[in-house]
């Protein structure tokens, strides 16, 4: 399975299949725009996008809980894999993060790592802000 923009955050519901089906639904339907970002009108020009969505991260920590983050995981132990792309705006290059490993993994942080790829995979450059996303290759910084 794999996700892109918006589509990434539909994504872990149908990598899960149909017994998430009813959270598909809703996650897809019932939200406006105040619930996924707010404008920040002129300081926004000045700063790093134009809206904040604050909301959005917070509407995907909502849904992605750690009862399907261990589901999520349990499925990359049986050989399937949930991939999610983002775009590394200073490389100017996509990324594309296993999403089914980073819950299989011991790391303290996975459910946050995982809200942030699915926010940053959403994030249009310039209209919202961008979400870093601390990478380490052989122990350094990238």
């Known amino acids: 399975m794999t996700g892109v923009s918006t589509v990434a955050l539909a994504a872990p519901f149908a990598f899960l299949g149909p ?3 009813r959270e598909l ?5 019932p939200y406006g725009d105040r619930d996924i970002y707010r ?3 002129l300081f926004g020009v ?4 134009l809206y904040v969505n604050s909301p959005l991260r917070q509407l995907i920590g909502r849904y ?5 983050v261990a589901e999520i995981a349990a499925q990359h132990r049986i050989g399937r894999r949930l ?34 790829i699915l926010l940053a ?6 209209v ?15």
């Not at 490389?91 to 809200?115: E, T």
Request: proline share 7%; glycine share 6%; no cysteine.
């Open 19 to 21: 017994s998430h089906d």
């Open 25 to 29: 639904r809703e996650v897809l339907t």
């Open 39 to 41: 404008n920040l009108g």
């Open 46 to 49: 000045m700063g790093h996008g």
């Open 64 to 68: 992605l809980t750690e009862d399907m």
């Open 83 to 116: 991939l999610i792309q983002t775009t590394n705006i200073d490389a100017q290059r996509p990324v594309v993060w296993d999403l089914s490993a980073i819950p299989a993994s011991a790391r303290a942080d996975r459910r946050k790592r995982m809200i942030d």
């Open 121 to 126: 995979s959403a994030a249009i450059p310039a």
């Open 128 to 142: 919202f802000p961008p979400v870093w996303i601390d990478v380490r290759l052989d122990g350094q910084a990238r």
